[in-house]
DNA sequence: CTGAAAGCGCTTACAG
DNA sequence: CTGAAAGCGCTTACAG
């Protein structure tokens, strides 16, 4: 490949010459600007993305932290998330890189990324990464509330607690007074705010909280959220007695929805179904029409990007945005009263 | 952020020798690496990535090139190969940058990424990019045929002549005759290859090719691929007559059983549907089972990182990969004879 | 086992 | 409007 200095060499410039014309950061005349294209041209030269990110100290990238899943494949929502992440930034020039490299310890092996910010989708509990990218100076915006509670750092949810406590009122005051809950794995901070709020529900209706089994989803006994959803109501259904199930995603519910076919439960007639989700597409297709809570799972991303963005031409930024989420009344759920 | 010149100073080494202890390049006594060390972690010390890439002129990272669409979100496909590609690098240790930066004509504005390889999804015709990443000595690999055909790019895909030609063959096996073929947009290469594999199916049994009316997803007159199979079919539905209907995708399949339960037509007792899919989760999952192709797109996008990651320890490796795909009999399909 | 120094390919004050 | 030179933070022969 040829550099900067072949360029300039053969036009006969500097090479801060060169460099302006492809910058244009400083205004350089027609005739030498033409000269140096067309001899960049005819040379096939291309600036050096790397070169220039260590000249200027910046990236133009974002990274993506993704969870640690070995084996398991992108969810619904974490896909959304992305495409939001992704047109925001392209739209501000920004590329993003994804970050699925396990966890080292190896503090050797800890280089740090080429990006000028991240987005980590996810955090767990005390999230040791979140010091981490702060001792190293990158900015950082969290998709999902940090567990404990921070000022400082910026992130953008949903109101879990209060969308599950609004799923637990819509069945309370329908008549479901017996709900099961296919929750997600159970070291997310997610699982437990949903958990209080639906707690909270019931406890505002005078129920006692064994109202509600909650099961949480385990990567070891589920294949994936389809099957864990499958599994759970045909281990469940029989020992348990509930009127309706609450399941953490629309991917789960569609499990949900097999395994009652074919145990001859009828939905909603039998069993009423609702998805604490966000694939609007898919919930509408489905026979019935899935009675879900859409998450917004795009806008999270894309909002996160904005962020991030901000706080990266001015570190001092801190925001928090709760992005609102809403029930969306389908065919999935019938009233009890 | 500290950097190895200041850790070095600290430590009272050479930078060489930090570097060494970092890299493990070559051996620093027990002693050295151990002050080293703790100096660095003292300091808040991560090798920088950028600078590093710049010296050892490689940056561990792999390019996804994204189809260009700025408004629809990413399809199924899409989703599982990316996840696959991202598997097999993580495997490798690379990072995986996602392009989806939109084109720019300005030569000024075009500028490397920092990038090692990259694969590219869903070439288009005499796809100009193939050259430019040529002219830039980047490896690259296909995901999809190049058109005009090019013995030297390496490319993974499916045999999608020979998909559609299966599918042809076993709907008139059963004794379908009039097909509506709800394809891909047409400017893309396997919407040819399918068409054509129908078309050879319907010749091979005596048939006119006006036995198939093909129908092409555009950009502008479908928001998405639901919607694509639900108007499509709503629209075309009593003009022409057809026994079966094959769908780009199980998503736009999704949206010809909405719209042919809104019709009344029963399937597959009126209408037969196939998808070209490979959702198997979800294809399983629909009332009927969805009878569809599983394409692995998964397996094509790991496949596709391997030769790449061979192709970038040696430039003159050449590999072109079919990946073999297989019609699943489900329920959505029925025998007319 | 360790150090000094050149080099990776850019950008950017500084000077004219 | 343009050039010369230092600097971004690493790696790597070369020498000892």
New interface residues.
């Given amino acids: 490949?040829a550099t900067i200095d072949d360029v300039a060499k053969v036009a006969g410039v500097s090479k801060g010459t060169v460099s302006s014309?492809?910058s244009?950061k400083r205004p350089i005349s027609k005739q030498v600007t033409e000269r140096v294209?067309e001899v960049?041209?005819d040379m096939?030269y291309?600036?050096?993305?790397?070169?220039?990110?260590?000249a200027i100290k910046k990236?133009m990238?974002v990274g993506l932290k993704m969870p640690i899943s070995k084996e398991s494949?992108?969810s619904g929502f974490e896909?959304?998330m992305i495409?939001g992440v992704?047109r925001e930034c392209?739209k501000q020039?920004y590329?993003?890189?994804?970050?699925?490299?396990?966890e080292h310890d190896d503090?050797?092996q800890?280089?740090?990324?080429?990006i000028d910010g991240v987005i980590m989708l996810n955090p767990r509990k005390h999230d040791p990464r979140i010091d981490r990218y702060n001792?190293?100076?990158i900015p950082l915006v969290l998709i999902g509330r940090p567990d404990p509670e921070d000022a400082s750092v910026c992130y953008v949810d949903n109101d879990n607690t209060n969308v599950s406590f609004q799923v637990g009122e819509y069945l309370l005051q329908n008549g479901h007074s017996s709900i099961l809950f296919l929750n997600a794995a159970d070291d997310m901070t997610v699982s437990t705010d949903r958990q209080n709020g639906l707690y909270e529900a019931i406890t505002r209706h005078g129920k006692p909280l064994s109202s509600v089994h909650v099961v949480n989803y385990s990567r070891k006994h589920h294949s994936?959220a389809?099957d864990y959803g499958y599994s759970a109501l045909k281990a469940i259904y029989g020992k348990h007695e509930f009127t309706a199930v609450i399941t953490d995603t629309d991917?789960v519910a569609?499990?949900v929805?097999?395994a009652a076919?074919e145990l001859g439960i009828d939905i909603p007639g039998d069993l009423s179904v609702i998805a604490l989700s966000n694939d609007a597409?898919?919930a509408?297709?489905?026979?019935p029409k899935l009675t879900s809570v859409e998450l917004s799972a795009?806008r999270l991303g894309a909002e996160a990007a904005q962020i991030l963005i901000q706080k990266m031409n001015d570190l001092s930024v801190v925001q928090q945005r709760i992005i609102e989420a809403r029930l969306v009344i389908r065919e999935s759920c019938r009233k009890l009263i």
Same sequence: chains 1, 2.
């Avoid at 600036?47 to 260590?54: F, G, K, M, W, Y």
């Avoid at 509408?284 to 026979?287: A, G, K, S, V």
């Fill in positions: 490949m014309v492809f244009k294209l960049a041209k096939g291309f600036p050096n993305h790397v070169a220039r990110s260590l990236t990238i494949t992108m896909i959304q495409n992704i392209s020039g590329r993003v890189l994804l970050d699925s490299l396990p503090p050797t800890f280089s740090i990324d080429p001792q190293m100076n994936h389809t991917r569609l499990g929805l097999r076919r597409t898919l509408q297709e489905i026979t795009e």
